[in-house]
């Protein structure tokens, strides 16, 4: 079993940068992909990125404001945000799944995390 705890969200205003760490931790941290979601107010969830190993994979409509960089020695995937805008705003949820991912489909993810908010004011 994997436990996640996230951490880094806050406010910010647009334009500005915001950097998101989950760090996983159990038995089976080192073999999960762990990725990123969020869900804004009236939207439904989104994924963001994902990784396994040192391969990350993100979402077309992000992929030119938000890195992720996967720290396999201390699990943890930290999502950096830049250029951040007012539909940015939600809460962000880092997931994992047992092995490799091929997905950002939320259903293949079975341990999430609580939930960091990230508000972006203009």
């Known amino acids: 079993q994997v436990q996640l705890v996230e951490s880094g969200g806050g406010s910010v205003q647009a334009g500005g940068s915001l950097r998101l760490s989950c760090a996983a931790s159990?038995?089976?941290?080192?073999?999960?992909?762990m990725a990123w979601f969020r869900q804004s107010p009236g939207k439904a969830r989104e994924g963001i990125v994902y990784s396994y190993g040192r391969l990350a994979h993100y979402d077309g409509s992000v992929a030119d404001r938000f890195t992720g960089a996967r720290d396999n020695d201390k699990n943890t995937l930290v999502l950096n945000m830049s250029a951040l805008n007012v539909g940015d705003t939600g809460m962000y949820y880092c997931?994992?799944?047992?092995?490799?991912?091929?997905?950002?489909?939320?259903?293949?993810?079975?341990?999430w995390g609580q939930g960091t908010q990230v508000t972006v004011s203009s």
């Open positions: 997931a994992a799944a047992r092995g490799p991912c091929y997905t950002l489909s939320g259903s293949a993810y079975s341990t």
């Open positions: 159990g038995d089976t941290a080192r073999d999960s992909c």
